[in-house]
């Protein structure tokens, strides 16, 4: 079966780095999907990886390991407003997104 | 106004009752999803449309009717719902169907079944 697998809830300080992780178990690749969702709003896309490595964005990197179906989205310079959730989603073969469950991010002062 | 909006943000019903819900896209996209979106469970796709004609239906019980009159316009007719139908549905659009450009979601609208 294909499935996403990624912590349940994750506690940082303001100011640190954090380090989100996601691995992947799908039929075919067709990238990689991070999402921010704050508490009741919508989801919002963070980026997209295809390919092996690092692709840095501002405070936030996402990385890809397609021979280890490993992705991380690594936080830096951790603000208050980064506390939300944080979705990794694959894509298939068959151009189908495959969603895990998220993760929850706590920010403390 | 830009982005994708939905209609109502909240939304009580009971199971015998038939109301609908709203989604609309000015991103000129040509696919719109609905997804249903559970406490601690990934997002389940129900739905997605690509030019107005449905490319996906997940195994979505009847009680959820979807309706695409155009491409910016997207609607979820809901009747005799269950408890369990209680969630987060959020709409979404993007470029196309193929899922390897960035989607776009509205804020969702909230439902509770009574």
């Known amino acids: 079966g294909q499935n996403i697998d990624q912590p349940t809830e994750m506690t940082a300080t303001e100011g640190a780095i954090v380090q989100i992780n996601c691995t992947y178990q799908?039929?075919?690749?067709?990238?990689l999907f991070w999402y921010q969702q704050h508490a009741g709003e919508a989801p919002t896309f963070l980026s997209y990886n295809v390919l092996d490595g690092l692709e840095e964005k501002g405070r936030f990197s996402s990385f890809l390991s397609r021979s280890k179906g490993y992705s991380y989205l690594l936080l830096k310079e951790l603000q208050m407003k980064d506390s939300a959730s944080y979705l990794c989603?694959?894509?298939?073969?068959?151009?189908?997104?495959?969603w895990g469950a998220g993760t929850k991010l706590i920010i403390k002062p | 106004e830009t982005g994708v909006t939905q209609t109502p943000r909240h939304l009580v019903m009971g199971m015998t009752n038939k109301k609908s819900l709203k989604c609309e896209q000015h991103?000129?996209?040509?696919?719109m999803y609905w997804y249903k979106q559970s406490a601690k469970k990934p997002l389940e796709l129900m739905f997605v449309?690509?030019?107005?004609?449905?490319?996906e239906n997940n195994s979505v019980p009847s009680r959820f009717s979807p309706e695409c009159p155009n491409s910016s316009h997207l609607f979820l007719h809901l009747h005799t719902l269950q408890p369990e139908d209680s969630a987060l549905y959020l709409c979404?659009?993007?470029?196309?169907?193929?899922?390897?450009?960035?989607?776009?979601f509205g804020e969702g609208s909230r439902l509770t079944v009574l």
């Open positions: 799908t039929s075919g690749f067709n990238g």
């Open positions: 989603a694959s894509v298939d073969s068959n151009y189908q997104l495959i």
């Open positions: 991103l000129g996209h040509n696919a």
């Open positions: 979404a659009s993007s470029q196309d169907w193929t899922n390897t450009g960035e989607l776009f």
């Open positions: 449309y690509s030019l107005e004609e449905r490319v």
